[in-house]
């Protein structure tokens, strides 16, 4: 559509220039009616262009806030995905602490594996409830 306006404008200047030279020239004698004839042609093709602009205003006016609420829901999906990378983060920091290459009280445990793991859920259940409680997530 907005192909089609650009180039209907172009034409329309183009037909404007025609006409004002067909205007203006001395050559061309013309009849009183043919005279009339080319001021109503000239008076169209002036009140053609100018819709033709106007529409293009129009147009380009929603494009401009088509273009916004694509923007804004990029935000959103952005934030959420934020958010889901940062409780993602808390049992992997968590991991990789109790992974380091260095000694920690619950090396010789059975149960420091599952221990490690209830401490990861629980708190990125915490992480999820607080930004829940915010209106992050």
Same mark, same amino acid.
């Given at each position: 559509?907005?192909?089609?306006?650009?180039?209907? *404008?172009?034409?329309?200047?183009?037909?404007?220039?025609?006409?004002?030279?067909?205007?203006?020239?001395?050559?061309?004698?013309?009849?009183?009616?043919?005279?009339?004839?080319?001021?109503?042609?000239?008076?169209?093709?002036? +009140?053609?262009?100018?819709?033709?602009? %106007? &529409?293009?205003? %129009? +147009?380009?006016?929603?494009?401009?806030?088509?273009?916004? /609420?694509?923007?804004?829901?990029?935000? /959103?999906?952005?934030? +959420?995905?934020?958010?889901?990378? *940062?409780?993602?983060? %808390?049992?992997?920091?968590?991991?990789?602490? &109790?992974?380091?290459?260095?000694?920690?009280?619950?090396?010789?445990?059975?149960?420091?594996?599952?221990?490690?793991?209830? %401490?990861?859920? /629980?708190?990125?259940?915490?992480?999820?409830?607080?930004?829940?409680?915010?209106?992050?997530?």
């Amino acid at each position: 559509m907005e192909k089609c306006l650009v180039f209907f *404008i172009t034409s329309l200047k183009g037909n404007e220039t025609v006409l004002a030279k067909l205007r203006s020239s001395k050559r061309a004698t013309l009849s009183e009616i043919n005279e009339d004839l080319l001021e109503d042609a000239f008076i169209e093709n002036k +009140q053609a262009l100018d819709m033709a602009q %106007i &529409y293009s205003n %129009i +147009q380009s006016g929603m494009m401009d806030t088509f273009a916004s /609420v694509i923007s804004n829901n990029l935000n /959103v999906v952005m934030k +959420q995905l934020t958010s889901i990378s *940062i409780i993602l983060m %808390i049992p992997t920091l968590v991991a990789s602490l &109790y992974g380091m290459n260095v000694p920690n009280f619950m090396e010789n445990s059975k149960w420091s594996f599952p221990a490690v793991l209830g %401490i990861s859920g /629980v708190l990125a259940v915490i992480g999820v409830i607080l930004f829940r409680k915010k209106k992050w997530f």
